[in-house]
């Protein structure tokens, strides 16, 4: 009997980040903490379509359930090392980590979001946003995006851009607001090269104190990230149908 392929995105840590820059401690309240014990591998169905999902934290907490949501109508991936998901870090980051990330694998659509870990502060690898420096300025990030986007569109994927999710008062490495920046700036590059977008930041500005995972936190409760992944979803068999 052949034994079924596994929905595992290979990442080769040295060739990949050999021009990265200094990957981020977990943060607290992330959804890293809880990817211990979860099954990120799945068996594919040839005849589906294959979605890739980049990005953050944020987006390791909606994939398992956008891979729920969407099962029967495509395979979902995302970045895995040693088995467990990988954090895509910024946009720097995603040029020099995309080559490994896409591999060879055919991809009907890539759902893709930088941002929260650009216009962070950072003492080394901790949030400070008081005496660090921020990853990225908002010139740097637009321009690293407006490298990344034909790369990703090299892959001959549908894309779908997510914009940043919000960023609460009090955050300990980020300020309230430049997400708005930083949004902005990603927009024009998105509408530059023709590319959807999915306002997840529209949906969080709109969440209330329960669905984040704790007070002054980027991260997300269970039904927080629920509800992320039923937009996101729905954006991806959008993009399928079209």
């Not at 820059?21 to 401690?25: D, F, K, R, S």
């Not at 943060?27 to 990120?40: C, T």
């Not at 870090?89 to 929260?116: C, D, M, P, R, Y």
């Not at 569109?153 to 549908?158: H, S, Y």
């Given at each position: 009997?052949?034994?079924?392929?596994?929905?595992?995105?290979?990442f080769c840590?040295?060739?990949?980040?050999?021009?990265s820059?200094?990957?981020?401690?977990v943060?607290?309240?992330?959804?890293?903490?809880?990817?211990?014990?979860?099954?990120?591998e799945?068996?594919?169905?040839?005849?589906?379509?294959?979605?890739?999902?980049?990005?953050?934290?944020i987006?390791?907490?909606?994939?398992?359930?956008?891979r729920?949501?969407?099962?029967?109508?495509?395979?979902?991936?995302?970045?895995?090392?040693?088995?467990?998901?990988?954090?895509?870090?910024?946009?720097?980051?995603?040029?020099?980590?995309?080559?490994?990330?896409?591999?060879?694998?055919?991809?009907?659509?890539?759902?893709?979001?930088?941002?929260?870990?650009?216009?962070?502060?950072?003492?080394?690898?901790?949030?400070?946003?008081?005496?660090?420096?921020?990853?990225?300025?908002?010139?740097?990030?637009?321009?690293n995006?407006d490298?990344?986007?034909?790369?990703l569109?090299?892959?001959?994927?549908?894309l779908?851009?997510?914009?940043?999710?919000?960023?609460?008062?009090?955050?300990?490495?980020?300020?309230?607001?430049?997400?708005?920046?930083?949004?902005?700036?990603?927009?024009?590059?998105?509408?530059?090269?023709g590319?959807?977008v999915?306002?997840?930041?529209?949906?969080t500005?709109?969440f209330?104190?329960?669905?984040?995972?704790k007070?002054?936190?980027?991260?997300?409760?269970e039904e927080?990230?629920?509800?992320?992944?039923?937009?996101?979803?729905?954006?991806?068999?959008?993009?399928?149908?079209?």
């Open positions: 009997m052949k034994m079924p392929m596994t929905c595992l995105l290979v840590a040295v060739s990949a980040f050999a021009a820059p200094e990957q981020p401690a943060e607290k309240g992330s959804s890293e903490q809880m990817a211990a014990g979860l099954v990120w799945c068996t594919p169905d040839p005849s589906l379509p294959n979605v890739l999902l980049l990005g953050d934290s987006s390791i907490g909606y994939t398992l359930q956008v729920e949501l969407l099962k029967g109508k495509a395979n979902v991936y995302r970045p895995l090392k040693s088995g467990k998901p990988l954090n895509c870090f910024t946009a720097e980051n995603g040029i020099a980590s995309l080559s490994a990330w896409v591999g060879t694998q055919k991809w009907s659509v890539i759902h893709f979001n930088f941002g929260l870990h650009d216009l962070k502060y950072v003492n080394g690898t901790k949030l400070d946003k008081v005496g660090g420096t921020q990853v990225s300025t908002v010139e740097g990030y637009k321009k995006l490298t990344l986007v034909p790369l569109q090299k892959t001959g994927a549908k779908i851009f997510a914009t940043t999710t919000i960023v609460p008062a009090g955050e300990g490495g980020r300020v309230e607001g430049d997400e708005k920046r930083y949004n902005e700036a990603a927009l024009e590059v998105m509408k530059k090269y590319v959807a999915n306002d997840l930041h529209a949906l500005s709109t209330p104190p329960e669905l984040f995972k007070p002054a936190n980027v991260h997300y409760s927080g990230s629920a509800r992320l992944a039923k937009q996101v979803a729905g954006s991806v068999l959008q993009a399928l149908q079209n």
